[in-house]
């Protein structure tokens, strides 16, 4: 079992930058994909960023790429989601989800386990 725990969200200016993080325990996520995504109040929970076991390929939904950047750091067992030029859009719970085949992939149900999430809020 993969147990996932995010943190750094809070509420932040538009323009403004945040960076998540997704701590695992239980289990090393070294040959695991991990993904953030994100629901909006009265919205179905979106896929956002991914990233491959090794951290050398990832992939972006269109409305986040340029602004967002996902990384990992497997000797911490962590995954990073860095948030800039934030936009009031973007405001939502950020889950983290991990999956044990290491490939990429943007729906949730492709993912086995996720944290309890954080909330992100941007003001105008």
């Known amino acids: 079992q993969v147990q996932l725990v995010e943190s750094g969200g809070g509420l932040v200016q538009a323009g403004g930058s945040l960076r998540l993080s997704c701590v695992a325990s239980g289990r090393t996520l070294s040959m695991y994909a991990v993904a953030w995504f994100r629901q909006a109040p009265g919205k179905e929970r979106e896929f956002v960023a991914a990233?491959?076991?090794?951290?050398?390929?990832?992939y972006y939904t269109d409305s986040v790429k340029g602004r967002f950047t996902i990384s990992r750091d497997n000797a911490k067992n962590t995954v990073y989601l860095q948030m800039s030029s934030l936009k009031p859009e973007d405001t939502a719970v950020y889950y983290c989800?991990?999956?044990?085949?290491?490939?990429?992939?943007?729906?949730?149900?492709?993912?086995?386990?996720w944290g309890q999430g954080t909330q992100v809020t941007v003001s105008f």
């Open positions: 990233i491959n076991w090794s951290g050398g390929s990832t």
């Open positions: 989800a991990a999956r044990r085949n290491p490939a990429l992939n943007s729906l949730p149900r492709a993912y086995e386990y």
